[in-house]
């Protein structure tokens, strides 16, 4: 790997979120005067790691979705917008499929984690750029978990100590991102995140520390969530430029 500039982004944002059920696609839902996907591609443009970003949008949108991102991206960031699949493994595909063939290190980003820090796209594409081929944040598990069988009933209960609550951007060496797709597509397995993909291939991912604003917009309760965190931002940074909120 050749440097830090070489970073691609891919924000599969497809999805139409009918578990938070405000009735249009999650990814273009409007907090704090901003798209989640707005607040998303920020953060990751803020980061000041990221050269180009392939947006997998719902399919049909993707002609509007550049003009509804608020505010202008710096004219240093190429971003891409192209229809997205029927899974998010299909988007993401679609996506790498786009990225320019120059950049060695790929993050994947949920637009529904919205408000992750600018710093851990820095923490995960240096951990990639170090020599790990896979890295995912993640958060210690603070519920006791059950495994419960279809009638039910309790079967087990893991040991929290060694478990984490992932999140993204994930980071991964290019090669290693499109062979696990590849594989995927081939013997028709599924997968929630892009680093399960990678470890069915046997490849190690590696954790580095996730964060608490990293968290995944699903429910309603989610958007009270992000408001509260947007307000205690602006009242951190002081005033911002209309249209501008972090």
């Known amino acids: ?119 851990m796209f820095v923490d995960i594409a240096h951990a990639v750029w170090s020599g790990h081929d896979a890295v995912v944040p993640g958060l210690p598990v603070v519920d006791t978990l059950k495994q419960v069988n279809g009638a039910g009933e309790v079967t087990g209960t893991p040991d929290r100590s060694v478990l984490r609550a992932v999140q993204t951007p994930q980071g991964f060496r290019r090669a290693v991102l499109e062979r696990a797709h590849n594989a995927g597509a081939q013997n028709g397995s599924d997968a929630t995140d892009d680093a399960g993909l990678v470890e069915r291939m046997g490849s190690p991912v590696h954790v580095v520390p996730g964060d608490e604003e990293a968290f995944k917009v699903t429910r309603p309760l989610d958007l009270l969530l992000a408001e509260a965190v947007l307000a205690r931002r602006r009242a951190a940074d002081g005033p911002d430029e209309p249209g501008t909120e972090r």
Request: aromatic residues 0%; positive net charge.
């Open 1 to 119: 790997m050749n440097g830090m500039a070489a970073v691609g982004l891919i924000i599969p944002a497809a999805g139409m979120g009918e578990r938070l059920g405000v009735g249009v696609p999650k990814a273009l839902y409007t907090v704090g005067g901003q798209t989640l996907l707005g607040h998303a591609l920020r953060s990751s443009v803020d980061s000041g790691v990221v050269s180009s970003v392939v947006i997998a949008a719902p399919v049909g949108l993707a002609g509007r979705v550049l003009d509804i991102l608020q505010p202008p991206l710096p004219r240093t960031v190429n971003v891409q917008v192209v229809d997205g699949g029927r899974s998010r493994q299909e988007s993401v595909r679609a996506a790498l499929a786009v990225l320019p063939e120059n950049l060695d290190v790929v993050l994947v980003h949920d637009a529904a984690r919205c408000l992750t820090p600018a710093k």
